[in-house]
Structure formats: structure tokens, C-alpha cells
């Protein structure tokens, strides 16, 4: 059965850094889009990130970015996104998803309904 798996959630201080990371099993994850998303308590599941099969073709939700970073390892067997500059507001479950190999969603609102092979979550607390 295809699954993904997060990690390298946190507790970190305001300002501070994570770097989460989000493998697969079962399948061949270079051969998707890979979408990052949280959901914070009593929030709607929001999508955060998202990368192509075309590594040069990625999304950040304006929430993110410049802060976060998504990225491939060399083998494309991983996928990372790089957290800096965490505020509180950040805190949330975070999931990765395998989706289409483009990440199209600028000025789109449903990002969530591309996505069907997901993760468990990592949790992320911001907090001092």
C-alpha cells in the first residue's frame, strides 16, 4: 500500500529553525508532485507547499514564504522542507501528499482536492 511518512517535527523557539523530511514506501516518489500542508487546531487543512516532478516548478503560500524552503534530495527519494524563521502561527500538524507532477495553485484555493496519497503528520509547536 502506498504511504508516506513525516518527520522531524518539533517543539522550537520563535525565530528558530526545522527541517522536515517526507519519504515514501510502496511507490516511486520522484514520480509525483509532492505537496507539503498543516492543519493548526480548529483550522481548515491548508496547503503550504508543493514541488513538481520538474524541480524548478515549486509553490509557497504567501504565509510561508520566504521562510520555508520545499526541496528533492539528489535521488529524488526524499522530500524536505526547510522552516526558518518560525512564529507561532506556524504551529500546526504537518503533512506531506503525492499529487499531480505540476504544482499549478497560485490564486487557487483548492490544492487539497489534487492530493490523495498522504502522510500521518509531524507535529510542530513554536512556542518560547
Known amino acids: 500500500q502506498a504511504r508516506l511518512a513525516e518527520s522531524g517535527g518539533g517543539l522550537v523557539q520563535p525565530g528558530g529553525s526545522l527541517r522536515l523530511s517526507c519519504d515514501a514506501s510502496?511507490?516511486?516518489?520522484?514520480?509525483?508532485?509532492i505537496a507539503w500542508f498543516r492543519q493548526a487546531p480548529g483550522k481548515e487543512r491548508e496547503g503550504i507547499s508543493c514541488i513538481g516532478v520538474d524541480d524548478s516548478i515549486t509553490y509557497y503560500a504567501d504565509s510561508v514564504k520566504g521562510r520555508f524552503t520545499i526541496s528533492r534530495d539528489s535521488a529524488k527519494t526524499t522530500v524536505f522542507l526547510q522552516m526558518n524563521s518560525l512564529k507561532f502561527d506556524d504551529t500546526a500538524v504537518y503533512y506531506c501528499?503525492?499529487?499531480?507532477?505540476?504544482?499549478?495553485?497560485?490564486?487557487?484555493?483548492?490544492?487539497?482536492?489534487?492530493?490523495?496519497?498522504w502522510g500521518q503528520g509531524t507535529q510542530v509547536i513554536v512556542s518560547s
Open positions: 510502496a511507490f516511486r516518489l520522484y514520480d509525483y508532485g
Open positions: 501528499a503525492a499529487g499531480p507532477t505540476i504544482c499549478d495553485y497560485d490564486g487557487r484555493t483548492d490544492m487539497i482536492d489534487d492530493f490523495s496519497v
